[in-house]
């Protein structure tokens, strides 16, 4: 089966400007989680989506930080105006449930100078 | 929020068995223990899960204290390719949801010599 894509695979910009991430994931999965990956660290959950709801956004910095999951399947991951100290990895899930694991893509590196 | 204490990391040589231990003396009767690796570049990929009894796959052996306090990941014979930050992960008890959203902490680097 395909895996979860995402892209860009990397993205350079400025402080204050913005930027979309984008995931598609496993077909029939409907539950979609966006990780952040600071360096040196395990990944951080920023928001669950099941279907096209929000679970869980209570670790989203939602000054700056949005999502949306259109239709259930695609989604997009929006910062805006960026900050030097969102420099990360952003890994996109996807799982039918729990006793199937997680399968992710291999995540946006975005550098924000 | 994690729960699990792992060595920050570990060395094997290759084709030599390695035991990655971790702690969760705090886990609670429904927790499910899982473990993923992050490959260099790459996202977590998913390695195996278990709840009571030790588990077998393809890729790794879970074996689980009796108490449940520990668990320890058996990689039969170390490859180079082995070479990850493996992270050991339960269920978040106090979310309580059933879809089982992931918590990672430091995990633990293990490093394969030729």
């Known amino acids: 089966e395909a895996g979860v894509a995402q892209s860009p695979r990397y993205k350079i910009i400025e402080k204050r400007q913005s930027v979309a991430f984008w995931c598609n994931p496993i077909?029939?999965?409907?539950?979609l989680y966006w990780y952040q990956q600071i360096l040196g660290q395990g990944p951080k959950l920023l928001i669950q989506?099941?279907?096209?709801?929000?679970?869980?956004d209570s670790q989203l910095p939602k000054d700056r930080f949005s999502a949306e999951r259109l239709k259930g399947v695609d989604s997009t991951l929006k910062i805006q105006p960026a900050k030097l100290e969102d420099s990360a990895v952003y890994l996109c899930a996807s799982s039918w449930s729990e006793s199937y694991g997680y399968t992710f893509g291999s995540g946006t590196r975005l550098t924000v100078v | 929020d994690a729960k699990t204490t792992q060595p920050n990391s570990m060395e094997s040589n290759e084709e030599e068995p390695v035991h990655l231990p971790c702690n969760h003396s705090?886990?609670?009767?429904?927790?499910?223990i899982h473990w993923y690796r992050q490959l260099p570049s790459q996202g977590p990929e998913y390695v195996i899960h278990?709840?009571?009894s030790n588990v077998n796959n393809r890729m790794a052996s879970l074996a689980i204290a009796e108490d449940r306090k520990s668990s320890t990941l058996i990689l039969h014979r170390a490859t180079l390719r082995d070479a990850a930050v493996y992270y050991c992960?339960?269920?978040?008890?106090?979310?309580?949801?059933?879809?089982?959203?992931?918590?990672f902490g430091r995990g633990t680097q293990l490093t394969v010599w030729p």
């Open positions: 705090t886990i609670s009767g429904t927790d499910y």
């Open positions: 989506f099941q279907n096209n709801g929000v679970v869980d």
């Open positions: 992960i339960l269920r978040d008890p106090d979310r309580g949801s059933t879809l089982g959203r992931l918590y």
């Open positions: 077909s029939g999965h409907a539950t």
């Open positions: 278990g709840l009571t």
